[in-house]
């Protein structure tokens, strides 16, 4: 094994195990720690597949830093109303397509099911992360998460993050 092949599966792993952590946050509904994988300064933002393609800059949902992060969760626990329901994501097809000093950036598919408190479940959504991922203080953190759904059609709000 080459020392470049070791160095490429050991960030594959990290990124994988930040990835891991990320979506057991949410399925786990341990909401107030979402912002904490990201930078202070990170952007997280939700679009569809077509706004994508057509370069329309619309957002679902858009959140700059981890302030406004935080306020979402703050704003959903104690101001916004819905049915109550869980999520359990899939994490697929992980593609690291660069490394470099702006930070390692990838792609990889998603997809997320959603049980309702009467027990029905459903296919929520699924389609695509594209992250721009730093290291800080030896820690992997999303800088920048795009996340591309696959159908501009949602039958609730977006209220926890994807």
């Known amino acids: ?54 370069g329309l800059p619309v957002c679902l949902v858009y959140c700059e830093g981890r302030g406004m992060m935080a306020d979402r969760i703050s704003a959903m626990r104690t101001a916004n109303i819905f049915e109550p329901h869980t999520y359990n994501h ?19 598919n998603f997809a997320v099911f959603r049980t309702m408190a009467d027990g029905n479940m459903s296919l929520f959504n699924c389609g695509r992360y ?6 800080d203080n030896g820690v992997l953190k999303l800088a920048d998460r795009l996340v591309v759904l696959e159908s501009r059609r949602i039958d609730t709000l977006l209220v926890i993050p994807i």
Do not use: H
Request: glycine share 4%; charged share 25%.
């Open 90 to 108: 899939s994490i697929s097809a992980l593609k690291i397509l660069s490394v470099a000093v702006d930070g390692i950036r990838t792609q990889s």
């Open 1 to 54: 094994m080459t020392t470049t092949l070791a160095n490429d599966l050991s960030l594959r792993l990290r990124i994988e195990a930040l990835f891991a952590d990320y979506v057991q946050c949410i399925d786990d509904d341990a909401l107030e720690q979402w912002p904490d994988f990201f930078t202070g300064d990170g952007v997280y933002r939700v679009t569809s597949r077509e706004n994508l393609s057509l």
């Open 130 to 135: 594209m992250d721009r991922i730093v290291e």
